[in-house]
């Protein structure tokens, strides 16, 4: 028993298990601030009085540098490498890492620009070139949106700082237009288009905000207009359009 525990002793007392079980500690240590850092600050973005997006970009940025920092403490603590010569010492191979990763940069510096100038931020609605969707994230990589048919769609964030955006009205407005064809006084058929309109779309979710009502054009059969309100659950804009268009259908004849 006392040779195998004088072998143990002498196993641990290496330099190099040492070095590896504080590299191994300090890697834990550095995990641990990265998980409670990271919680932190997902729970400060999540705030209503916070002015920036809550978008993961910002996380992953975090984490990502104090793992960096971690890296670089382990190196140069327990290996003894110096982690500004291990940089300089790449010289050519780093040019073309870098150049390597241009994609990945583009696609941070796109995501850190449209998050910083809340060009786009979770909840907004979007359509870019073909996609159109509601913003789920935006990560360091990619802004994830999910479309009408509850698809997700993935866009690196250099295609939307290149490409031309549309912010659209929240997925909880509906606009419904219409054409009167009746002879009746405008001021008539617009309060029976609002009371008609209120209670078709009441029905199917709650009013957010109370219908109003447009006139656009003038023709010969009659006049144009639209219906535009907001109900409380987005994904029901469709069956409420439907009964609107149902409830006002008769009162624009």
Known sequence: ????????????????????????????????????????????????????????????????VIWIIGGSTILDSCFGI?????????????????????????????????????IVKPGDNIEVGTETGVVQDVSWRHTTITNARGETVII???????????????????????????????????ADLLVAAKDAAAKISPITQDPKIFFSEVTEYGFKGKIIMRIEDGSLAGSAVDAVVRAIAPITR
């Open 82 to 118: 110096n982690p500004n010569a291990l940089v300089t010492a790449l010289g050519v191979g780093g040019i073309a890492i870098s150049l390597g990763f241009q994609d990945t940069l583009s696609n941070l510096i796109g995501g850190v620009q449209m998050t910083i100038m809340r």
């Open 1 to 64: 028993m006392d040779e195998l525990f004088a072998h143990v002793v002498e196993f641990i007392s290496q330099e190099w298990v040492r070095d590896i079980f504080w590299a191994v500690a300090l890697a834990a240590v550095t995990a641990a601030v990265s998980h409670i850092v990271a919680k932190g600050l997902r729970a400060f973005l999540n705030r209503d009085d916070n002015p920036l997006p809550s978008s993961s970009i910002f996380v992953n940025i975090v984490r990502a």
């Open 156 to 190: 690196p964030n250099s295609i939307i700082s290149k490409t031309s955006l549309v912010q659209l009205p929240p997925v909880n407005q509906i606009s419904i237009p219409f054409a009167v064809t009746s002879e009746r006084p405008m001021d008539d058929v617009k």
